[in-house]
């Protein structure tokens, strides 16, 4: 479970997962910035299974095996960024292309 440290540290997400969060951004880049960041947390966050106990994302004993773990922190990372306002890969994409990165809420 992550915690806040002192000072508060937003978790690094690794590079392909970090594109693929980017990419779902992409996808629904109509939705405002604030709802989308709401929104998507609480979408991850029911796929955590948080609001009445866990439960697995794989169904499969072997995926679970293997993924479970990372996918797990993948997901609690992304939920922890959204909270704090930032979406990932959005950031880095927008100051490569000169525009800041964080549009309007």
């Known amino acids: ?9 937003l978790p690094s997400l690794p590079p392909p997962f970090e594109r693929y969060a980017g990419a779902i951004r992409s996808e629904y880049k109509h939705v405002p910035r604030l709802t989308y960041l709401t929104k ?7 796929m955590l299974g948080e609001e009445g106990g866990g439960r697995w994302i794989y169904a499969s004993d072997f995926y679970r095996q293997e993924l479970e773990e990372q996918a797990r922190d993948n997901l609690l990372g992304e939920i922890q960024m959204l909270r704090e306002g930032v979406i990932p890969y959005e950031e880095q994409k927008g100051e490569k292309e000169g525009e800041g990165g964080k549009g309007e809420i």
Do not use: T
């Not at 479970?1 to 540290?9: E, F, I, K, R, Y």
């Not at 998507?40 to 029911?46: D, G, I, N, P």
């Open 1 to 9: 479970m992550l915690g806040s440290p002192s000072p508060p540290l």
């Open 40 to 46: 998507r947390a609480e979408v991850l966050s029911s």
